[in-house]
């Protein structure tokens, strides 16, 4: 086997423990993510900024953007802006949210469904903002860029949804929160990477059809053997289905190469692969640990906490692993820099500003405001509320 990782650009995205002084160490243990300056100037939050010690932020970018990141933060205060941050947000945009306000798709629409917040700027892209939008009809929700798509979203409609329905009259439909609001319309039930089976599991009938994500729908199906049959786009029938651009990449020898390269044996006590629900099964079954992006990172915080983690890789978005290499610095973390998702990236700091500033000015929003027809968000509220009831 060839021991060259395929995946052109690794990085090493943690420090390793015997490189930081102790009272760093501390403070960086105690340090979340998210910026949390009480009296905010220019200086607390480039102070805030150094002592984050991100292993990929330099003082040279804190200089850069210093200045960016406190004019956001201060019209996020002004405004009582509730500001979503996906796990794949870059580490500076990241940072913008709260750690209460970070998560991955069910953690941030939990979050939405209860906030008093006039103003929602979501962090991530516009499907994301539509469940908050979903959720929240009379609240203006807005994002950094609403060109930002997703390779699932983009490739599944409500046209694809009808034509396959008609194929399983009577089978429930479930659907990938990675999807727009007039698809998910036409569905019985919505779920995410962190309760898909869970969902699967709780609904009546033996089978369920479930769309659009091929990859992810094998892997529910090896999950749900034996309980529940699951059909899905392709699968008996002609209609084609999508796969996310970005975690399609990993392949099993990839995997196996970062094995070997990185020595992080499988089931090794202290040294875990991990990956995400969207990977190819063939990744999914190589993988010691598998789940949604926060779930990735609870299993983490575990390890941690039980002095059980020194190395992982993540067969994910590349900024996950950044924002987890700042939260828990005692491990080593490597990624696969060149597997980014294009369409998260498309949200910047200046967009954000941009966003805020255009709040500020009390005048056109439509550059960031995410609008639905109030029958479409009626008909896709059902779906995405079942779904909340049945992870309660
Ligand atoms: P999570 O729900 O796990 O955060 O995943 C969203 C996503 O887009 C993964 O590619
Ligand atoms: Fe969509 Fe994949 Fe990007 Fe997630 S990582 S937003 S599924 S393209």
């Known amino acids: 086997m060839n021991s060259q990782p395929r995946l052109a650009e690794y990085y090493h995205a943690g420090q390793k423990t015997d490189k930081i002084i102790p009272e760093v160490k501390e403070k960086m243990s105690k340090h979340p993510a998210g910026m949390a300056v009480d009296e905010l100037s220019l200086e607390s939050v480039k102070k805030e900024l150094f002592e984050r010690h991100h292993p990929s932020l330099l003082p040279i970018d804190i200089e850069a953007h210093a200045e960016t990141v406190y004019r956001i933060l201060g019209l996020k205060k002004k405004h009582n802006v509730l ?123 033996d089978e369920i059809l479930f769309v659009p994500d091929i990859y992810f729908a094998e892997n529910l199906e090896e999950e749900l053997k034996g309980i529940k049959t699951v059909i899905y786009p392709g699968k008996g029938n002609q209609q084609k289905g999508a796969v996310c651009e970005v975690h399609e990449r990993f392949l099993l020898s990839d995997l196996l190469a970062v094995r070997e390269s990185f020595d992080i044996p499988k089931a090794h006590a202290t040294r875990v692969l991990y990956a995400h629900w969207e990977c190819r099964p063939e990744v999914l079954q190589e993988a010691d640990f598998y789940g949604s992006t926060s779930q990735i990172g609870r299993d983490i915080a575990k390890r941690v906490a039980e002095n059980q983690l020194e190395r992982a890789f993540i067969a994910s978005e590349c900024e996950l692993t950044a924002n987890l290499a700042e939260e828990f610095p005692t491990v080593q973390f490597w990624t696969a820099c060149s597997v980014r998702c294009s369409h998260m990236a498309k949200v910047t700091l200046h967009k954000v500003l941009k966003a805020l500033e255009a709040i500020d000015r009390g005048g056109d929003l439509s550059d960031h405001e995410v609008t639905l027809n109030p029958e479409v968000i009626e008909r896709a509220r059902t779906p995405i509320e079942r779904m909340l009831e049945l992870s309660a």
């Open 83 to 205: 500001m979503l941050g996906h796990n794949y947000m870059e580490p500076l945009v990241f940072g913008l949210s709260q750690t209460e306000e970070q998560g991955d798709s069910l953690g941030l629409s939990m979050h939405a469904a209860k906030t008093e917040s006039t103003y929602i700027l979501f962090n991530g892209v516009p499907f994301m903002a539509e469940t908050a939008k979903i959720l929240n009809p009379s609240k203006t929700v807005l994002v950094a860029d609403k060109t930002a798509g997703c390779s699932l979203a983009d490739n599944f409609g409500a046209e694809e949804v009808k034509s396959l329905k008609a194929f399983y009259p009577g089978v429930p439909v479930m659907i990938y929160i990675n999807s727009y609001a007039d698809a998910k319309a036409e569905c019985d039930i919505c779920c995410t990477s962190a309760n898909a089976a869970s969902i699967a599991r709780q609904m009546p009938g």
